[in-house]
């Protein structure tokens, strides 16, 4: 463990453990991989995990990607990520809610400010809603709101720079329309992307374990396949809007895409599968930059405190940025002949190595000099 947290220079793992009244027992994890730029704020996960050692793992990789967003977002915030595992054999109804996130809450005011904690996979507003009474360390309570339209709004900012760059445009008018979409994940972010390609006149195929969700798509005329065969359908942009993992040794070779661009965190299952990508002549979006609109609605809200005075059009402005960024990071890569990971990660680690968020206002990846 302490060669994994060396390896992925993490500053710092804080694990907690409670029984709830029923009996059940709960563990948490914090892991807190940077905080040079400033406190580490990540979603806190709460999933069933097959081995304690995949909950680790989620929450370094996870921490470390969020300090890589913020880095690259130009915000003056640190990277973490909290996982909470659920007992084996409990269904997801049977659990208490309000004991368990009432404790968490508690977990995150014993660590006095280093970590914000908000919404993540398997946890919602109302839990946050419940973390809140416990800590002001919270970044997506009712108060703040849920950051999944801003996360939509960054991956489409990011879906037009990549279309923009593979056809030699920028800002074009409207590159959306007439290209093919494949979106893996209709849930709070997936489906509102999918909504948004289709309105600007994308074809949408999709896929989700939710039936409800596919015939919904359905309606509106996405085009809806098995969740086994997303990823390799013909398409202009895969999405990738589920869980991460899911571009491997297995299947990158049958990636039927000319772009990957999506809100999942570690997409790809390990750094060498940028390269592959690279060779294949697949553009990659890192997903650190498209889906940091969450993390960028979440801390400009969190900072703001009652003085919201402009802060909507303010935080419009941070994620568009985006854009640029990414817009960027293509061409340097184009310009050193490297993937396109491994640019970003380089930029990620030379600002936190710098203790600065940049001098750029809407999230350019590096500063004049």
């Known amino acids: 463990m302490f060669k994994r947290m060396q390896s992925m220079q993490m500053k710092a793992l804080h694990c907690f453990q409670t029984v709830s009244p029923e009996r059940h027992e709960y563990r948490a994890i914090i892991a807190l991989h940077n ?25 370094m990789r996870l921490a470390q990607g969020m300090s890589y967003k913020a ?25 208490n ?27 919602q507003v109302n839990d946050m809603d419940i973390i809140a009474r416990q ?17 939509a709004q960054g991956v489409m900012a990011g879906i037009r720079a990549a ?6 445009l920028c800002h074009s008018e409207n590159v959306i329309d007439g290209k093919t979409f494949a979106i893996q994940g209709l849930g709070h972010v ?49 999405v990738p809007c589920a869980l991460g993992g899911v571009i491997h040794a297995d299947n990158v070779m049958q990636l039927a895409c000319k772009i990957v661009a999506g809100s999942a965190n570690n997409q790809l299952a390990h750094d060498g599968i940028a390269e592959q990508l690279a060779q294949r002549g697949i553009l990659y979006a890192p997903d ?29 402005e941070k994620i568009e940025g985006i854009y640029d960024t990414l817009n960027e990071i293509f061409q340097l890569a184009q310009i050193q002949d ?14 936190l190595q710098s203790g600065k968020p940049s001098r750029q206002n809407k999230g350019a990846v590096y500063d004049a000099a």
């Open 35 to 59: 905080t040079r730029l400033g406190p580490a704020l990540g979603g806190c996960r709460c999933l069933h995990y097959d081995h304690e050692q995949s909950a680790f793992d989620d929450a």
């Open 288 to 316: 650190y930059i498209i889906n940091a609109g969450g993390l960028i609605f979440a801390a400009m809200q969190y900072a703001a405190g009652d003085d919201k005075v402009l802060l909507d059009s303010q935080i419009k």
């Open 135 to 151: 800590t002001r360390h919270v970044a997506s309570a009712s108060n703040i709101g849920d950051p999944a339209q801003s996360t």
């Open 338 to 351: 490297s993937n396109i990971n491994a640019v970003a990660n380089a930029l990620a680690l030379q600002r």
């Open 163 to 168: 279309l923009d760059f593979n056809l030699g």
């Open 97 to 123: 809610r309000e004991h368990l996130f009432t404790w968490f809450g508690r977990c995150v005011e014993s660590l006095n400010g280093q970590y914000i904690t908000a919404m993540d996979v398997g946890t």
């Open 190 to 238: 997936g489906w509102r992307v999918a909504k948004e390609l289709l309105r600007q006149g994308g074809q949408v195929i999709a896929a989700d374990p939710d039936e409800e969700k596919c015939w919904q798509g359905q309606a509106l005329g996405m085009t809806i396949v098995d969740v086994q065969s997303i990823l390799i359908q013909p398409c202009d942009v895969l």
């Open 71 to 95: 880095a690259l977002a130009n915000m003056a915030q640190g990277g973490g990520k909290a996982v909470i595992l659920l007992p084996k054999g409990i269904a997801l109804e049977d659990i």
